[in-house]
C-alpha cells in the first residue's frame, strides 16, 4: 500500500543582504540543503512543492516576513502538509513567536522539521530540547541587538553619522569607508533660510506658508531600491524637527545627549540659540485663559499637548448620530493629510488619562516626602498634606480645574511626558515655587493607547484600567449560559430564549475554559490593557492556562 502524499513547503531565510545578490547565495545553499533532505524521505511519501519562500534580509525577531506569511496564508488553506527549514532559528529566534507559530501549524494540521536539528516534540525530552534552542536564539538574536546598539552609541559619541536618511543640508560621505556628514551646499542654504524666516516671525505656521511660497522642498532621497522619498512641501511638525535638529550645530545627537560630529556646522551658535530660545517660549506660552482659572474651552489640553515630533495636537470635533465626540489630532492630519505617525485621540479619555497620571504622580511624591527642594522637616508634612488634597481636589474636579497646573504634555509611542508649572503647583498647595522640587513638575509615565473597535483606551502612568464591564458582562454570561448548557438546556432553545445567534453563545461560553487568574483579573480590571472580549473571542482559547498566561499576556 502506498504511502500517502505529504506536500513539503521550503522555508528560508537571512538576517542581512549582505551576498544576497550572489548567484548562489545562502537562501540558495538553505534551500539546496532542505531539498536534499525532502528527497530523503521520498519513501515516505514526502513531495516537495515548486513554490520557494525566501526572506532575504529580515531578521528573525518578528513575524512579519512577506514570505513567512505567504507560508502561513498556504497552510491556512490546506495547500502544506510540512514546514521543512535548515534550523529552527530560520523559522523564529522568539520562544512566544514560536508558540504562535506552533498554533497555527496545529490547527491546520501541519507539521515542521529542522534539517539540521533533529527531534521528536512528541516527547517531553524533546519539547526541552526545543526550548532549549529557541532560547539560545532568542538569546544570541538580544546579544546581537546588545552589540549593535553598544557600537552604534560608541561611534555616536565620537560624532560618527550612524546611516540613515541623511538631513537636508548634507549627504553622506563620498567615501563609503568613512561615516562622516560633508555640508551640500544648496540645501545648506535652504537651511539657513529656513532658521532665518523662523527667527524673522517667531511662528511655526508662519514660517511653513512662506516656505510653500517660496517652494522650499525638503530633502529628496533616492534609495538604493529606486523608490524616492520627500521633495514635498514642509509640514509643521518637519520645521519644528528641522529646527530643534542639533546636527546643524555641527553636534550628533544619541537619545537626549549630543555629542561634537565630525561634520561642519551650518549654523551659528547666536542664531541657534535664538531659535531654540524662541522655541521654548512658545512651547510654553499659555494660549487662553489665565493662569489660575479652570480652562473655559471645551477642549481643556487645547495648546498644551505635543507629539514625538513637535507637532502641536489640535482639538476637533464630529458630529455622529447627533453626539458630538471630541478628538485631540496631530495638526498635520489637519493640515497636511494622512501621515501615520499622527495621533487622533478621543479627547475625554485622554484628558482622563493625563489627570490620572498628574494625580498619581503627585501622590506617590507626597507620600515620600518628595515635594521640597531641600530638606524641611518642620514644612515636609505640611506640604505632603497639600499636595495629597490637591490631588484629591484634582481628581475630583477633573481636567479643567488642573489644566492651570499644567504647562506641556508630550507624546511618545509609549511615553507620556508632562511638565507642571511650578508657580501654579505652588500656589494650589500655599507655597513657594523656589523651594519646589524639580522633580515634584516634570516626570514622565507610561502610555498604552489600544484600540476596542471604535473605540481607543488610553491608560497613562502606573495605575491599571478601570474595570471593563462588557468583557466583565460576558464573562458571567458565559458561565450562566454553560450552566443551562450542563443542565440539559439544548444549545437551539437557549440562543432563541437570550435572543443571540447559536455561534454567538458558543463563542461567548467558550469564556469559561479561562484561567481562574485571568478570570480575576478581568474582574479586578488588572488585565493587560489589550486584552479585551473581541480579541477573547476572536482567538482559539487554549485549554493549557499557562499557554493562556502567554498569549494573553501575563504582566497582571
Same mark, same amino acid.
Given at each position: 500500500?502506498?504511502?500517502?502524499?505529504?506536500?513539503?513547503?521550503?522555508?528560508?531565510?537571512?538576517?542581512?543582504?549582505?551576498?544576497?545578490?550572489?548567484d548562489?547565495?545562502?537562501?540558495?545553499a538553505q534551500?539546496?540543503?532542505?531539498?536534499?533532505?525532502v528527497?530523503?524521505?521520498?519513501?515516505?511519501?514526502w513531495k516537495m512543492?515548486?513554490?520557494?519562500?525566501?526572506?532575504?534580509g529580515?531578521?528573525?525577531g518578528?513575524?512579519?516576513r512577506?514570505a513567512?506569511?505567504?507560508?502561513?496564508?498556504?497552510?491556512?488553506?490546506?495547500?502544506?502538509?510540512?514546514?521543512?527549514?535548515?534550523?529552527i532559528?530560520?523559522?523564529?529566534?522568539?520562544?512566544?513567536?514560536?508558540?504562535?507559530?506552533?498554533?497555527?501549524?496545529?490547527?491546520?494540521?501541519?507539521?515542521?522539521?529542522?534539517?539540521?536539528?533533529a527531534?521528536?516534540?512528541s516527547?517531553?525530552?524533546?519539547r526541552l530540547?526545543?526550548?532549549?534552542l529557541?532560547?539560545?536564539?532568542?538569546?544570541?538574536?538580544?546579544?546581537?541587538a546588545e552589540?549593535i546598539?553598544d557600537?552604534?552609541?560608541?561611534?555616536?559619541k565620537?560624532?560618527l553619522?550612524?546611516?540613515?536618511?541623511?538631513?537636508?543640508?548634507?549627504?553622506?560621505?563620498?567615501?563609503k569607508?568613512?561615516?562622516?556628514?560633508v555640508?551640500?551646499?544648496?540645501?545648506a542654504?535652504?537651511?539657513?533660510?529656513?532658521?532665518?524666516?523662523?527667527?524673522?516671525?517667531h511662528c511655526?505656521?508662519?514660517?511653513?506658508?512662506?516656505a510653500?511660497?517660496?517652494?522650499?522642498?525638503?530633502?529628496?532621497?533616492?534609495?538604493s531600491t529606486?523608490?524616492t522619498?520627500?521633495?514635498?512641501?514642509?509640514?509643521?511638525?518637519q520645521?519644528y524637527h528641522l529646527l530643534?535638529?542639533p546636527?546643524?550645530?555641527?553636534?550628533i545627537?544619541?537619545?537626549?545627549q549630543?555629542?561634537?560630529?565630525?561634520?561642519?556646522?551650518?549654523?551659528?551658535?547666536?542664531?541657534w540659540?535664538?531659535?531654540?530660545?524662541?522655541?521654548?517660549s512658545?512651547?510654553?506660552?499659555?494660549?487662553?485663559?489665565s493662569?489660575?482659572?479652570?480652562?473655559?474651552?471645551?477642549?481643556?489640553?487645547?495648546?498644551?499637548?505635543?507629539?514625538?515630533?513637535?507637532?502641536?495636537?489640535?482639538?476637533?470635533?464630529?458630529?455622529?448620530?447627533?453626539k458630538?465626540?471630541?478628538?485631540?489630532?496631530?495638526?498635520?492630519?489637519?493640515?497636511g493629510?494622512?501621515?501615520p505617525?499622527?495621533?487622533? @485621540?478621543?479627547?475625554a479619555?485622554f484628558?482622563? $488619562? /493625563?489627570?490620572? %497620571? !498628574?494625580?498619581?504622580?503627585?501622590?506617590?511624591?507626597?507620600? &515620600?516626602h518628595?515635594v521640597?527642594?531641600?530638606?524641611?522637616?518642620?514644612?515636609?508634612?505640611?506640604d505632603?498634606?497639600?499636595v495629597?488634597?490637591?490631588?484629591a481636589?484634582?481628581?475630583?474636579?477633573?481636567?479643567?480645574?488642573?489644566?492651570?497646573?499644567?504647562?506641556?504634555?508630550?507624546l511618545e509611542q509609549?511615553? @507620556?511626558?508632562?511638565e507642571l508649572?511650578p508657580? $501654579? /503647583?505652588?500656589? %494650589? !498647595?500655599?507655597g513657594?515655587?523656589?523651594?519646589?522640587?524639580? &522633580?515634584?513638575?516634570?516626570?514622565?509615565?507610561?502610555?498604552?493607547c489600544?484600540r476596542?473597535?471604535?473605540?481607543?483606551r488610553?491608560?497613562?502612568?502606573?495605575?491599571?484600567p478601570?474595570?471593563?464591564?462588557?468583557?466583565?458582562r460576558?464573562?458571567r454570561?458565559?458561565?450562566?449560559?454553560?450552566?443551562?448548557?450542563?443542565?440539559?438546556?439544548?444549545?437551539?432553545?437557549? $440562543?432563541q430564549?437570550?435572543?443571540?445567534s447559536?455561534?454567538?453563545v458558543?463563542r461567548?461560553?467558550?469564556?469559561?475554559s479561562?484561567s481562574?487568574?485571568?478570570q480575576g483579573?478581568?474582574l479586578?480590571g488588572?488585565?493587560?490593557?489589550?486584552?479585551?472580549?473581541?480579541?477573547l473571542?476572536?482567538s482559539?482559547i487554549?485549554l493549557d492556562w499557562t499557554?493562556?498566561?502567554?498569549?494573553f499576556?501575563?504582566?497582571?
Open positions: 500500500m502506498s504511502k500517502a502524499k505529504i506536500r513539503c513547503a521550503i522555508y528560508t531565510r537571512k538576517s542581512t543582504e549582505e551576498g544576497l545578490d550572489q548562489f547565495n545562502s537562501l540558495d534551500h539546496e540543503a532542505c531539498a536534499a533532505y528527497a530523503s524521505q521520498k519513501h515516505e511519501g512543492l515548486p513554490t520557494r519562500y525566501d526572506d532575504g529580515i531578521s528573525g518578528t513575524l512579519d512577506p513567512l506569511q505567504q507560508l502561513m496564508a498556504d497552510i491556512d488553506s490546506g495547500r502544506i502538509d510540512m514546514v521543512v527549514v535548515y534550523k532559528d530560520r523559522l523564529t529566534r522568539s520562544l512566544a513567536d514560536f508558540a504562535k507559530l506552533v498554533e497555527r501549524l496545529e490547527k491546520a494540521d501541519c507539521s515542521f522539521v529542522s534539517v539540521t536539528q527531534f521528536n516534540t516527547s517531553s525530552m524533546g530540547t526545543l526550548n532549549v529557541l532560547s539560545f536564539a532568542q538569546f544570541e538574536r538580544e546579544v546581537t552589540r546598539r557600537k552604534i552609541a560608541a561611534s555616536k565620537k560624532g553619522w550612524m546611516g540613515g536618511i541623511p538631513p537636508l543640508g548634507y549627504d553622506p560621505h563620498p567615501d569607508t568613512r561615516r562622516e556628514l555640508v551640500n551646499v544648496e540645501e542654504e535652504t537651511v539657513r533660510r529656513i532658521f532665518r524666516l523662523y527667527e524673522t516671525h511655526l505656521n508662519a514660517v511653513v506658508r512662506e510653500e511660497a517660496l517652494g522650499i522642498r525638503s530633502k529628496r532621497h533616492v534609495f529606486g523608490r522619498q520627500g521633495g514635498m512641501s514642509f509640514s509643521r511638525g520645521i530643534t535638529n546636527v546643524y550645530l555641527g553636534r545627537r544619541h537619545k537626549d549630543t555629542f561634537d560630529g565630525q561634520h561642519p556646522a551650518i549654523i551659528d551658535q547666536a542664531l540659540d535664538s531659535v531654540q530660545q524662541h522655541l521654548q512658545a512651547s510654553t506660552r499659555r494660549r487662553g485663559g493662569t489660575t482659572q479652570p480652562a473655559s474651552s471645551d477642549a481643556p489640553l487645547k495648546g498644551k499637548v505635543r507629539d514625538e515630533t513637535g507637532d502641536i495636537l489640535t482639538p476637533t470635533h464630529t458630529n455622529r448620530h447627533g458630538r465626540q471630541r478628538y485631540y489630532v496631530s495638526n498635520r492630519l489637519i493640515s493629510g494622512a501621515d505617525t499622527g495621533w487622533r @485621540l478621543p479627547a479619555t484628558e482622563t $488619562a /493625563v489627570i490620572k %497620571a !498628574i494625580t498619581a504622580h503627585l501622590r506617590d511624591h507626597a507620600r &515620600r518628595d521640597l527642594r531641600a530638606c524641611d522637616v518642620a514644612r515636609s508634612d505640611t505632603a498634606t497639600a495629597l488634597k490637591l490631588a481636589r484634582l481628581d475630583a474636579e477633573g481636567c479643567k480645574h488642573a489644566v492651570p497646573l499644567i504647562r506641556a504634555v508630550r509609549c511615553t @507620556l511626558a508632562v508649572d508657580s $501654579a /503647583v505652588a500656589e %494650589a !498647595i500655599d513657594s515655587a523656589a523651594s519646589l522640587s524639580a &522633580r515634584l513638575c516634570t516626570f514622565t509615565a507610561p502610555l498604552t489600544k476596542r473597535g471604535v473605540e481607543m488610553i491608560v497613562a502612568g502606573d495605575s491599571r478601570e474595570p471593563d464591564q462588557t468583557l466583565i460576558a464573562l454570561n458565559a458561565h450562566i449560559w454553560a450552566d443551562a448548557l450542563k443542565s440539559g438546556e439544548p444549545l437551539k432553545n437557549l $440562543a430564549r437570550i435572543g443571540h447559536e455561534r454567538y458558543r461567548i461560553t467558550s469564556l469559561i479561562l481562574p487568574r485571568l483579573a478581568i479586578e488588572t488585565q493587560p490593557a489589550e486584552l479585551n472580549l473581541e480579541a473571542v476572536r482559539n487554549p499557554h493562556q498566561d502567554r498569549l499576556g501575563s504582566n497582571f
